[in-house]
């Protein structure tokens, strides 16, 4: 099993819509939640993380951490197809300085 | 939030040759710098873990005498590719900690790719 699970995808959304990405860890240690957006041939940028049970809004994306079910997932609202890239998960446990990857989720907004 | 800086942005060379990639923060001392390397449509592979004024850690599978890691100062951390061939061509992305605890955060540079013919 690997250590963070996502659906490869690829999802499709029409502009305007909510798209909803989900990602699962298998530590139960784990204590900070990321999630970064790579586009095509680009680095990953980070546009969220989140340490506490619950929702965090920032803008238009909404992360959304259940520590008890070990899932994290990522809300994005109007969806915009600039939005159209792969979304990474990224879980740090404990003490470890580095992050552990899940494969990535591809989004596309069709317009 | 924090900006890493990684040169070249893409560089060709020949097999047999070496290159280096250059990773520096550029607001803020990094400590603790990691080395992915991406190929197309794959996921992030950690490579390997720079600290500043000691020894890199690899991951498994990694050779540390082909990927050499240098973290000379809190601001700069380099990987060489030795002896470069054809399948190290590939997308290589550093990435350095903000902050400290369970509070920090990792930020990428730009990446590099490098192509080796």
């Known amino acids: 099993q690997k250590e963070v699970e996502q659906n490869s995808g690829p999802l499709s959304v029409p502009e305007g819509a909510i798209a909803s990405l989900n990602c699962t860890y298998s530590d139960r240690g784990s204590q900070s939640f990321f999630w970064y957006r790579q586009y095509s041939g680009k680095s990953p940028e980070l546009i969220m993380f989140i340490y506490s049970n619950g929702d965090k809004e920032d803008g238009r994306f909404t992360a959304q951490l259940n520590k008890a079910s070990q899932y994290v997932s990522l809300l994005i609202r109007d969806s915009q197809p600039s939005d159209s890239a792969t979304y990474l998960c990224?879980?740090?446990?404990?003490?470890?300085?580095?992050?552990?990857f899940g494969s990535g989720t591809q989004l596309t907004v069709l317009p | 939030g924090a900006v890493v800086s990684q040169h070249p942005s893409w560089v060709i060379c020949k097999s047999g040759t070496s290159v280096k990639i250059e990773c520096r923060s550029l607001d803020f001392q990094a400590t603790t710098m990691f080395w992915y390397r991406q190929f197309p449509k794959q996921s992030l592979m950690l490579m390997a873990t720079?600290?500043?004024?000691?020894?890199?850690?690899?991951e498994q599978g990694v050779e540390k005498d082909k990927f050499l890691i240098n973290h000379a100062s809190l601001t700069l951390s380099t990987l060489t590719v030795t002896s470069a061939h054809p399948e190290d061509s590939s997308f290589y992305i550093c990435s350095a900690r903000v902050g400290g605890g369970t509070g920090n955060t990792i930020y990428f540079g730009e990446g590099s790719w490098l192509t080796v013919v």
């Open positions: 720079s600290n500043e004024g000691s020894k890199a850690t690899y």
């Open positions: 990224a879980v740090r446990s404990g003490s470890a300085r580095q992050l552990t």
